[in-house]
């Protein structure tokens, strides 16, 4: 079992950077990889950014590829996403997420259905 809380999100204006943080706990958090999504107002959740449990292979929706950056701590039990040049378009509550099967594959990275587990998200507003 994973429970996953995230922080960091704000209110900033366009250009500015955060680093949002998925505290997970769980005796297994090393064997997961983790994802992170995101939902605006009025339209549906989406896939972000992925990564595998040993961060060495990492997925991004096109949107925000080279912008944002997905990492992990095992040590600390910890997931970033690191948000960089953001837009208004960013504006959404962002999702911590961590799937079922504890990995994901090159085909399954972006399928919210594969996520069994989510944090309670954490708000990110992006001013122009």
């Known amino acids: 079992q994973l429970q996953l809380v995230e922080s960091g999100g704000g209110l900033v204006q366009a250009g500015d950077s955060l680093r949002l943080t998925c505290a997970a706990s769980?005796?297994?958090?090393?064997?997961?990889?983790f994802g992170w999504f995101r939902q605006a107002p009025g339209k549906e959740r989406e896939f972000v950014a992925a990564l595998n449990w040993s961060g060495r292979v990492t997925y991004y929706a096109n949107s925000v590829k080279g912008r944002f950056t997905i990492s992990r701590d095992n040590n600390k039990k910890a997931v970033y996403l690191q948000m960089n040049t953001l837009q208004p378009e960013d504006t959404a509550v962002y999702y911590c997420?961590?799937?079922?099967?504890?990995?994901?594959?090159?085909?399954?990275?972006?399928?919210?259905?594969?996520?069994?587990?989510w944090g309670q998200g954490t708000q990110v507003t992006v001013s122009s």
């Open positions: 769980g005796r297994t958090f090393s064997t997961y990889a």
């Open positions: 997420a961590a799937p079922t099967a504890y990995g994901i594959g090159a085909d399954t990275f972006d399928k919210l259905n594969e996520y069994g587990y």
